[in-house]
């Protein structure tokens, strides 16, 4: 009975049987640390373990590997080593069973190194073992993944689901779109294609590597569609900037019967902050509270992001202060979106109650600090905030980092400054903080820091036309005609032009995009017709175009 209990997951009932027994037997001990290991109850299973120690009873092959895997879930890794300490001592220790279960527990508690030992040593080897190994080099993101992958197909071992779904994941991780398409065709011809884990494995791996239509088109040709592979589609939309895809395909999983869990709310939540869709995203929280779920740490901070990039900073504010648990996500949520609609004092008030509730700091948080400080032009109290992120926090800063202290530093006029930071990063500056820098330089009419950066900028891509127009803007500044000139002719000899700004607004429910001179539009007529009249009423009232900026 207990062991039934325990296999089936009750284990209230398991514990009460056990406690029950006036006379405990190995057998009973086994199912019960089995059982919390099974049921990631991992602390509840090694005290268990150890009561069992202290007894008369002995301990076997079944014990060892309970207490083996109890360690692995709790990530017991000093634990973990005083259990294999105690097998070493016994004949157990040449257990294959065991030997898996070691491997197993390192590779999980993030030790590597003594994983590949402990497998590299191994006399004989099954399925479990190449699967415990490849599962924990890709769980430690570790580019042998692959490598150990061909070296079991050498070994003439056939692989299993649970070998194809660790080398995929590995193969998401790394993005590596062509070993994932070697290894889809290997798939195939084991008959797992259509698996629904091994099936949902392989949408991940296609959304991660951008490949998403491809994975939409084997979404539907698994047999059973699980939920991780619904959310791996929505997610690979998302993360590729497709938002308005993601959203359709929730609709389509809702019309289907499938019941979202929080990954996929907070994962839609997160399109809606992209768009701007403040609609849907009203109506996903609905959803959210009916299934109690307000709760989960990961919703709340995204429906602050959520809401506050929707420009409604009194619901994101309402959220935050709602929240019962509050992690270093929300109260980044919070700083980010208080940063972001330029209430700069807000956010650096809300660093300094992370301060007091002991709340560690990341580089998400110092990057809405930073800009909090831009927003305000609080230029000594961010350099402060700057050189703490290293001397108090111990965080390396990063690009990001960097290129919020060049836009403040050049804000307040500080060009020089500005130029001589970037020289002095560990680490090659991209175009975007070039081009921060380029833009500030028209603020000030600094020409010599402006041709600095813009060759920098050209050096990166020599086709960037922002480059051309921003610098031609500067020389247009300074009445240097001739340069200007110049830059307009380079611009046309390499057929550059100015990327078309890009906007939308929902109407009723549906999402128009419009591109600068778009004229796709099915009421482009009105549209235009509208602008003529509003151009019209801004002469009327006085306003004059800047007619040297346009091209």
């Given at each position: 009975m207990l062991d039934m209990y325990a296999k089936c997951d009750n284990l209230l009932n398991a514990r009460k049987v056990f406690d029950f027994l006036g006379n405990h037997n190995l057998q009973s001990y086994n199912a019960l640390i089995t059982g919390y290991a099974r049921g990631d109850r991992g602390s509840e299973g090694m005290q268990l373990f150890l009561r069992l120690l202290k007894s008369d009873l002995g301990f076997d092959e079944i014990s060892l590997s309970g207490a083996f895997s109890a360690c692995a879930v709790m990530k017991g890794l000093l634990e973990g080593t005083q259990v294999h300490g105690l097998a070493i001592k016994t004949p157990f220790h040449y257990n294959i069973c065991v030997t898996n279960a070691i491997l197993d527990m390192y590779g999980k508690c993030g030790a590597l190194e003594e994983a590949c030992r402990i497998f590299d040593e191994m006399e004989r080897r099954d399925a479990v073992s190449w699967n415990s190994v490849i599962a924990a080099c890709e769980q430690n993101k570790n580019k042998e993944t692959l490598l150990l992958f061909v070296r079991m197909l050498r070994s003439r071992m056939e692989p299993d689901e649970f070998t194809y779904g660790s080398v995929?994941?590995?193969c998401a991780g790394e993005q590596s779109l062509h070993h994932g398409l070697e290894i889809h065709g290997r798939v195939i011809k084991s008959g797992m294609g259509l698996d629904s884990f091994v099936g949902s494995v392989l949408v991940d791996m296609y959304c991660k590597c951008g490949a998403v239509e491809e994975a939409e088109k084997l979404h539907y040709r698994i047999e059973e569609q699980s939920l991780v592979s619904w959310n791996a589609i929505i997610s690979g939309f998302s993360s590729t900037e497709q938002s308005e895809g993601a959203q359709k395909f929730f609709s389509r999983m809702l019309e289907m019967g499938i019941e979202p869990d929080n990954f996929t709310y907070a994962t839609v939540l997160d399109t809606c902050s992209n768009v701007a869709n403040i609609g849907l995203g009203k109506q996903i929280h609905a959803q959210i509270i009916k299934q109690d779920l307000t709760s989960d740490v990961y919703i709340t901070s995204t429906l602050v992001d959520m809401y506050?990039?929707?420009?409604?900073?009194?619901?994101?504010?309402?959220?935050?202060?709602?929240?019962?648990?509050?992690?270093?996500?929300?109260?980044?949520?919070?700083?980010?979106?208080?940063?972001?609609?330029?209430?700069?004092y807000e956010a650096l008030n809300i660093f300094e109650k992370m301060q007091i509730e002991r709340v560690p700091p990341n580089h998400a948080t110092f990057v809405a600090i930073l800009r909090a400080c831009a927003h305000i032009g609080l230029v000594e109290e961010a350099l402060h905030y700057f050189n703490s992120m290293k001397i108090e926090y111990g965080l390396n800063p990063q690009l990001e980092h960097y290129s919020s202290m060049v836009d403040i530093l050049g804000r307040s006029g500080r060009l020089v400054e500005a130029l001589k930071l970037i020289q002095e990063m560990p680490f090659e500056a991209d175009d975007v903080i070039w081009r921060t820098l380029l833009s500030i330089c028209r603020m000030h009419g600094n020409v010599e820091v402006a041709e600095e950066a813009a060759n920098y900028?050209?050096?990166?891509?020599?086709?960037?036309?922002?480059?051309?127009?921003?610098?031609?803007?500067?020389?247009?500044d300074?009445?240097?005609?001739?340069?200007?000139?110049?830059?307009?002719?380079?611009?046309?000899?390499?057929?550059?032009?100015?990327?078309?700004?890009?906007?939308?607004?929902?109407?009723?429910?549906?999402?128009?995009?419009?591109?600068?001179g778009d004229k796709a539009h099915m009421r482009c007529k009105d549209i235009y017709m509208n602008l003529d009249l509003l151009f019209d009423e801004m002469k009327w009232d006085g306003y004059v175009p800047d007619e040297e900026q346009l091209y």
């Amino acid at each position: 009975m207990l062991d039934m209990y325990a296999k089936c997951d009750n284990l209230l009932n398991a514990r009460k049987v056990f406690d029950f027994l006036g006379n405990h037997n190995l057998q009973s001990y086994n199912a019960l640390i089995t059982g919390y290991a099974r049921g990631d109850r991992g602390s509840e299973g090694m005290q268990l373990f150890l009561r069992l120690l202290k007894s008369d009873l002995g301990f076997d092959e079944i014990s060892l590997s309970g207490a083996f895997s109890a360690c692995a879930v709790m990530k017991g890794l000093l634990e973990g080593t005083q259990v294999h300490g105690l097998a070493i001592k016994t004949p157990f220790h040449y257990n294959i069973c065991v030997t898996n279960a070691i491997l197993d527990m390192y590779g999980k508690c993030g030790a590597l190194e003594e994983a590949c030992r402990i497998f590299d040593e191994m006399e004989r080897r099954d399925a479990v073992s190449w699967n415990s190994v490849i599962a924990a080099c890709e769980q430690n993101k570790n580019k042998e993944t692959l490598l150990l992958f061909v070296r079991m197909l050498r070994s003439r071992m056939e692989p299993d689901e649970f070998t194809y779904g660790s080398v995929l994941k590995a193969c998401a991780g790394e993005q590596s779109l062509h070993h994932g398409l070697e290894i889809h065709g290997r798939v195939i011809k084991s008959g797992m294609g259509l698996d629904s884990f091994v099936g949902s494995v392989l949408v991940d791996m296609y959304c991660k590597c951008g490949a998403v239509e491809e994975a939409e088109k084997l979404h539907y040709r698994i047999e059973e569609q699980s939920l991780v592979s619904w959310n791996a589609i929505i997610s690979g939309f998302s993360s590729t900037e497709q938002s308005e895809g993601a959203q359709k395909f929730f609709s389509r999983m809702l019309e289907m019967g499938i019941e979202p869990d929080n990954f996929t709310y907070a994962t839609v939540l997160d399109t809606c902050s992209n768009v701007a869709n403040i609609g849907l995203g009203k109506q996903i929280h609905a959803q959210i509270i009916k299934q109690d779920l307000t709760s989960d740490v990961y919703i709340t901070s995204t429906l602050v992001d959520m809401y506050s990039k929707c420009g409604n900073m009194e619901d994101s504010v309402l959220m935050f202060e709602k929240s019962p648990d509050r992690d270093f996500v929300t109260w980044n949520a919070m700083a980010c979106a208080y940063a972001h609609h330029g209430y700069g004092y807000e956010a650096l008030n809300i660093f300094e109650k992370m301060q007091i509730e002991r709340v560690p700091p990341n580089h998400a948080t110092f990057v809405a600090i930073l800009r909090a400080c831009a927003h305000i032009g609080l230029v000594e109290e961010a350099l402060h905030y700057f050189n703490s992120m290293k001397i108090e926090y111990g965080l390396n800063p990063q690009l990001e980092h960097y290129s919020s202290m060049v836009d403040i530093l050049g804000r307040s006029g500080r060009l020089v400054e500005a130029l001589k930071l970037i020289q002095e990063m560990p680490f090659e500056a991209d175009d975007v903080i070039w081009r921060t820098l380029l833009s500030i330089c028209r603020m000030h009419g600094n020409v010599e820091v402006a041709e600095e950066a813009a060759n920098y900028l050209l050096w990166l891509d020599p086709q960037d036309s922002s480059a051309y127009v921003l610098l031609s803007n500067i020389y247009a500044d300074a009445e240097m005609w001739d340069q200007v000139s110049k830059m307009r002719k380079i611009m046309r000899r390499g057929g550059m032009k100015k990327e078309p700004g890009c906007s939308w607004i929902e109407i009723q429910s549906e999402v128009h995009m419009f591109l600068v001179g778009d004229k796709a539009h099915m009421r482009c007529k009105d549209i235009y017709m509208n602008l003529d009249l509003l151009f019209d009423e801004m002469k009327w009232d006085g306003y004059v175009p800047d007619e040297e900026q346009l091209y």
